[in-house]
């Protein structure tokens, strides 16, 4: 009778209860730790400046030289080169966006209403090709909307690089 004690049966299974639970959670957190070193996850916020820092001085050469190769006579490529300055500007925007979504609206690098404004100068625009009317004041209107542009996007590029020079 001395074969069936319930005593030590039940010591052995109580202290062994909770060693496959530890095996697990420390294989998991060993498995996190070596991920998280190793960069899997993670938001690596010096490479996403930098390459949003590009793309954004990317699309606004585009546009600068866009919005140069448009015609004041209204030659019929203009709409395309119109189409292409619209595109630019717009991922400029996009840009803006992303990087709202990623920092909040502490991120926002532009205002919305620069954008609105540029879209309604374009508009215009095209409305004059369309009608057939004289292009000047457009074209005058959004190249200094451009330029205007520019000088907010150099100021933002800046900024931007001179807060990394400061944090490294």
Do not use: W
């Not at 395309?80 to 595109?87: E, K, T």
């Amino acid at each position: 009778m001395m074969r069936y004690q319930r005593s030590s049966y039940q010591n052995v299974m109580r202290s062994n209860r909770y060693r496959p639970i530890l095996v697990i959670v420390l294989v998991l957190v060993a498995a996190f730790l070596i991920l998280r070193f190793a960069g899997v996850g993670g938001l690596d916020s010096a490479g996403f400046e930098a390459q949003r820092n590009a793309k954004i001085r990317s699309e606004m050469q585009h546009a600068l030289s866009s919005v140069n190769n448009l015609s004041r006579l209204g030659a019929t490529s203009t709409s395309s080169v119109l189409a292409r300055v619209r595109q630019y500007v717009h991922g400029i925007e996009v840009v803006n966006d992303l990087n709202v979504s990623m920092y909040g609206e502490v991120g926002r690098l532009y205002d919305v209403s620069v954008f609105d404004n540029l879209y309604a100068i374009i508009d215009n625009y095209d409305s004059c090709l369309a009608s057939g009317q004289k292009v000047n004041d457009a074209l005058s209107k959004l190249t200094d909307a451009i330029n205007e542009l520019n000088t907010l996007t150099n100021a933002v590029l800046n900024n931007t690089s001179a807060a990394a020079d400061g944090a490294s």
